[in-house]
T-cell receptor, first 116, second 112 residues
Framework: GAGVSQSPRYKVTKRGQDVALRCDPI?????LYWYRQALGQGPEFLTY????????KSGLPNDRFSAERPEGSISTLTIQRTEQRDSAMYRC??????????????FGSGTQLSVL | KNQVEQSPQSLIILEGKNCTLQ??????????LRWYKQDTGRGPVSLTI?????NTKSNGRYTATLDADTKQSSLHITASQLSDSASYIC???????????FGKGNQVVVIP
């Protein structure tokens, strides 16, 4: 596709359920970032990958959160045993070059997660 | 404590007027600083990217400055238009690990 694609666009789930959020970056982009944004708050960095390697996961809130990018393209962010405080817009972004020192980041439209 | 602080949190300006948004950061070592515009319900769109050696960069009516010594950046909007109403987010990348530190954004409302 022409841009970063995320699915689902909206996800409503009951507390305690697991959810998997998908990010399909722009073809050929090396770096992929996950972040989340709660209503009225600024974005919060979660984790990022270069190719299939997870470079930094220190932004993941706790061990219920995990992410993978097994083939260096599509990435999945998984939240286990969801809690209401997990409700937020989850966005991913990708950039062409590793390191991204002067590369544009392209953001997806996000997945709006609501945990009831 | 957030590594990127933006001010003012929100402001209202008249169409045609100029405004300046501030971003102070503590991220170290510094790699680059980006300003994004985020319309309500949309993803952020890149306005400028500046590395350590750059101290100003323009994109149309948007001009960003960077003082890497004082760790401050500003985004100046000239002759504001109604379409400039958005959240402006400052994002700083650290050298070596490329972790992104986001500010909470400056919410700008332009009124006719």
């Amino acid at each position: 596709g022409a841009g970063v694609s995320q699915s689902p666009r909206y996800k409503v789930t009951k507390r305690g359920q697991d959810v998997a959020l998908r990010c399909d970056p722009i073809s050929g982009h090396v770096s992929l970032y996950w972040y989340r944004q709660a209503l009225g708050q600024g974005p919060e960095f979660l984790t990022y990958f270069n190719y299939e390697a997870q470079q930094d996961k220190s932004g993941l809130p706790n061990d219920r959160f995990s992410a993978e990018r097994p083939e260096g393209s599509i990435s999945t962010l998984t939240i286990q045993r969801t809690e209401q405080r997990d409700s937020a817009m989850y966005r991913c972004a990708s950039s062409l070059a590793q390191g991204a020192s002067n590369e544009k980041l392209f953001f997806g439209s996000g997945t709006q997660l609501s945990v009831l | 404590k957030n590594q990127v602080e933006q001010s003012p949190q929100s402001l209202i300006i008249l169409e045609g007027k100029n405004c300046t948004l501030q971003c102070n950061y503590t991220v170290s070592p510094f790699s680059n600083l980006r300003w994004y515009k985020q319309d309500t319900g949309r993803g952020p769109v890149s306005l400028t990217i500046m590395t350590f050696s750059e101290n100003t960069k323009s994109n149309g009516r948007y001009t960003a400055t960077l003082d890497a010594d004082t760790k401050q950046s500003s985004l100046h909007i000239t002759a504001s238009q109604l379409s400039d109403s958005a959240s402006y987010i400052c994002v700083v990348s650290s050298y070596g690990n490329n972790r992104l530190a986001f500010g909470k954004g400056n919410q700008v409302v332009v009124i006719p």
